[in-house]
């Protein structure tokens, strides 16, 4: 049996994986703020899950997986930077290992999704994939020839932070037109509230991206505007991973997936309309559905390949 | 010896290369302008080079690989379509084979040329890279694990039609803000004669990349602000391409990359200044080096892996 663990920044997932890669156990607890409480809380859940799966599942554990919201080393086990967890340079393995035998893999947190999406989601069978997650920001996995593509010098990918053009807001990272500005949900927000300021309107709800779509749906005219320059550009971006990367499937992850078919009819007659060349087979556009517990299991999927290797 | 071909819009370059990758011969003529006079010029050049092993060097043909300015299919034995040949959908493997009894082995111009800087340039000892071809458009190609990454439905790669914001004129393509608008060497032409224009301004000479470089180098307000402009935009698609892609080494090829340390100088800086997260290794920018014969070498280095599987 398998750990997997998906350090958010402000809960951690975790869970057990059986060896046919069914999450059999699953739980969730705060993070934590400090390093030192972070760290213990993570050495803790292991040392739960091991008695778990002994007394419950009468067996052991054969491998542990964590994924973090930073930049991992090469090596797997050292996090090099986790801007939300404010961690710098951390030998997570070998600290992890000091407190309870088990040697940890660490990998991306985006990295270890499109890696689950990839086993028992929607990139099944694709060996050149794209994850994009629209949630507080866009973040991206890629699937190339099969395996989690990590870069050249194990930075991470950050198509969140691709340019795409300018906006009437700046990024968190300090640049003005990343990609996440247009296409994430925090985009489709901020975009709305400014029509209503520019326009001196209020709604009686908060504005939330759910909302903006809801509203768009019913047919309301600064709803439909919001959806129409939110698919604009989410598609510019799609269409810029094609035209760099020209994978066999982008498959959308996060809250604003779940719009549905809403959604994924406009994005396809949008990308369709500005392919490069056309007439050729082309990336097809689907949904995640690995689901939310896609972090744990592919955290514990990168522990089962790493084990077998 | 393998024979390497390198179809361009204007000229087909060919030459015979050594099973130690040396280029032992290459010779230019016109491409020609029907699909059946361009076929028939590349059968030609395979019979007289194969008279030229046999007579100048005492040698037969290994191998043949071509290289063709447009979509090739994954079997690389079809052509799918060759914009600037006018050619859709021709199975020119088995024509030549027809005429030469050669097996070609087929590529994207821009897939050879990363391949010939992985093996003889500036990607040497590269696991992931990216050539940046910087002329009238703005091509690409990827190294990933060393091998030439053709993406999910063997479309070809299209960095220059990635956009990145909005431009005063539009690309052939049709779209506005692709970035070989910004990043080519039409693209600073069009730029300074759009300042010329504006200014009510005329120059005595042709305005060309090179021209305008050499402007700025010598002071030139108007030559100055077309670099910063350039330079700026460069920069931006090579940050953009780190942060998707994480290469080690991003190599920039074509006329443009003879602007040297005044272009490096830079673009260097640009990208710094850009980077999403600093103080971590990033990709280091450099020149291609295999040289304008890189087709030729591509086409046969093509070859010689594919008769090696």
């Known amino acids: 049996m398998i750990i997997g663990i998906d350090v958010g920044g402000t809960g951690i997932k975790s869970g057990l994986m059986d060896m046919d890669n069914n999450l059999v156990f699953d739980q969730s607890r705060p993070t934590g ?22 007394n419950d599942f009468n067996t052991t554990i054969e491998g542990v997986g964590i994924g973090v919201p930073g930049v991992v080393n090469k090596g797997l086990d050292h996090v090099f930077k986790c801007p939300n967890l404010g961690w710098n340079d951390i030998p997570l393995t070998d600290i992890l ?6 040697t940890a ?14 086993y028992v989601g929607s990139l099944k069978d694709v060996d050149t994939g794209v994850l994009l997650t629209l949630g507080t920001g866009v973040g991206g996995g890629i699937i190339i020839d099969g395996r989690p593509y990590r870069g050249g010098n194990g930075l991470g990918l950050e198509i969140g932070h691709m340019i795409v053009g300018e906006n009437f807001y700046d ?26 300021k520019d326009e001196n ?10 909302e903006v779509f809801d509203r768009a749906k019913a047919g309301e005219e600064m709803g439909l505007k919001a959806v129409d320059r939110y698919t604009t550009y989410l598609a510019l971006g799609i269409v810029n991973i094609i035209n760099i990367l020209d994978p066999e ?5 996060g809250g604003v997936a779940a719009s549905g078919d809403f959604l994924m009819n406009i994005l396809n007659k949008k990308v369709k309309e500005n392919l490069l060349v056309k007439g050729f087979p082309t990336a097809t556009l689907n949904y995640a559905s690995a689901g939310n517990k896609a972090g744990i299991i592919g955290a514990a999927l990168l522990a089962k390949e790493e084990i077998a290797k």
């Open 105 to 118: 893999y660490l990998d991306n947190d985006a990295n270890l999704a499109a890696l689950a999406e990839h």
């Open 201 to 210: 309107k209020t709604i009686d709800v908060e504005v939330t991206a759910r």
């Open 97 to 102: 290992k000091e407190k309870t035998s088990y």
């Open 171 to 196: 990024c968190a990272c300090g640049k003005n037109g990343c990609y996440e500005t247009f296409a994430s949900a925090t985009a489709i927000i901020k975009h709305y509230e400014k029509m209503l």
């Open 33 to 54: 703020t400090t390093q030192e409480e972070i760290v213990n809380n993570l050495a803790e859940i292991i040392t739960e899950l091991e008695a778990k799966a002994k």
């Open 249 to 253: 499937v982008i498959t959308l992850g």
